[in-house]
C-alpha cells in the first residue's frame, strides 16, 4: 500500500504505466466515491502542522512546533511537538526543517509520537470530507526509539476546495483503485492536551485524503 506523500511522488510514473488513469480537480460533480463500484477496504491520511506563539500549559519555552502525520494504509500515527525557548523577536525553525537551521533557540523539550500498531483509527465523512481522529497514541523516546507512554490526539481535518482524485483499474476491470487527495485542509483540536488551532497558532499546513483498495463492480 501507498502512503500519500510517497503516492504523490511517484504519480507521474503510475499515470505513464495506466491509461486509464485519471488526476485533476474532482469539482462537484465527481462522486465520491465512484458511482458503478463497491466494497473495498478504505485508508485515510491527514497530516497538520503548527506553530503556537506563547506559553503551553505544563511545557516549557515560549515557542512550540508541532506536526502529526495519520496514515491507516501503513504509516500509522507519527509526530513531535517541540518545545522552543526563543530570544524577544526570534521565531523557531518551522515544522518539518531538515536539516534544521541555525538558531539562537534552544530546545527545551519534545514529545515524539510515533505508533504503527493502530489500525482504522480514523473516520473519513464522505458527505462533508471531514476527517475526525481520536484516541490514546503511543509515544517514544529518541534514542533508542521505545515505547514511553501514550498520548492522547482529538483532531478534526476538514478538507478544502477540489481533490486530486485518481482511479488505477485492474487490467480485467475487475477491481479499481480509487483515492482522492486535497492539498489543502483546515485542522482543529488537540495533540497531547495542546491545541493546534487558535488565536495564538499559525496553521502552517494540512492536507488529507483517502484511498480505497479492491473495488468491485455494483451489481
Known amino acids: 500500500m501507498t502512503s500519500p506523500s510517497r503516492r504523490i511522488a511517484h504519480l507521474g510514473a503510475a499515470t505513464a504505466l495506466s491509461a486509464l488513469v485519471l488526476v485533476g480537480g474532482a469539482g462537484a460533480s465527481q462522486a465520491d466515491p465512484p458511482d458503478g463500484w463497491t466494497g ?9 502542522t503548527w506553530v503556537h506563539d506563547g506559553w503551553y500549559a505544563g511545557a516549557k519555552g515560549n515557542w512550540h512546533v508541532g506536526d502529526l502525520t495519520l496514515g491507516e494504509d501503513d504509516d500509522g500515527v507519527y509526530g513531535s511537538i517541540v518545545d522552543w525557548r526563543c530570544p524577544d523577536g526570534v521565531e523557531p525553525p518551522g515544522p518539518l526543517s531538515s536539516p534544521a537551521p541555525v538558531t539562537t533557540c534552544k530546545v ?3 514529545t515524539t509520537i510515533y505508533d504503527l500498531s493502530v489500525q482504522d483509527f480514523a473516520r473519513y465523512d464522505h ?14 523516546d529518541d534514542d533508542p526509539n521505545q515505547p514511553i507512554g501514550r498520548v492522547p490526539i ?9 481533490p486530486s482524485v485518481s482511479f488505477f483499474p485492474s487490467d480485467d476491470g475487475t477491481s479499481l483503485y480509487y483515492d482522492e487527495f486535497f492539498p489543502e485542509a ?17 496553521q502552517v499546513d494540512s492536507w488529507v485524503g483517502f484511498a480505497i483498495y479492491g473495488m468491485t463492480p455494483a451489481p
Open 127 to 140: 458527505q462533508r470530507d471531514l476527517l475526525t481522529m481520536k484516541g490514546d497514541f503511543a509515544v517514544i
Open 154 to 162: 482529538d483532531i478534526t481535518i476538514k478538507a478544502l476546495g477540489d
Open 108 to 110: 527545551k523539550g519534545r
Open 40 to 48: 473495498g477496504s478504505q485508508a485515510d491520511w491527514g497530516r497538520v
Open 186 to 202: 483546515k485542522a482543529w483540536g488537540r495533540v497531547a492536551g495542546r491545541r493546534v488551532s487558535g488565536p495564538d497558532v499559525t
